[in-house]
């Protein structure tokens, strides 16, 4: 364990780079989302992407503690935005 105010190791440094770059990446899709829509085609291509090319039909169970319902994978990724989980699976 390093030393309270030590800096990262290299190898901690790139762990943390790499968390921030995908947690950065996430909340920007999240952002157009938000402001374009589930119809929009660039966030049509970013589901298709994370689903391996198919955006799931609905209704959509997640891991979420008491089994939650979405009707769509819209509605479960814009839920995944407003919380801040961005990688909670289906």
Do not use: W
């Not at 921030?20 to 989302?33: G, K």
């Not at 391996?52 to 769509?72: A, D, K, M, T």
């Amino acid at each position: 364990a390093q030393q309270p105010g030590t800096p990262l190791s290299d190898q901690e440094y790139h762990h943390f780079f790499k968390f921030l770059r995908i947690t950065i990446q996430a909340s920007t899709a999240c952002r157009l989302r938000e402001l374009y829509g589930c119809k929009n085609s660039l966030v049509q291509r970013l589901d298709k992407y994370e689903n391996h090319g198919v955006i799931p039909p609905g209704p959509i169970c997640s891991e979420l503690p008491g089994n939650p319902f979405f009707r769509n994978f819209c509605t479960f990724s814009l839920y995944r935005c407003i919380m801040k989980q961005y990688f909670l699976k289906v």
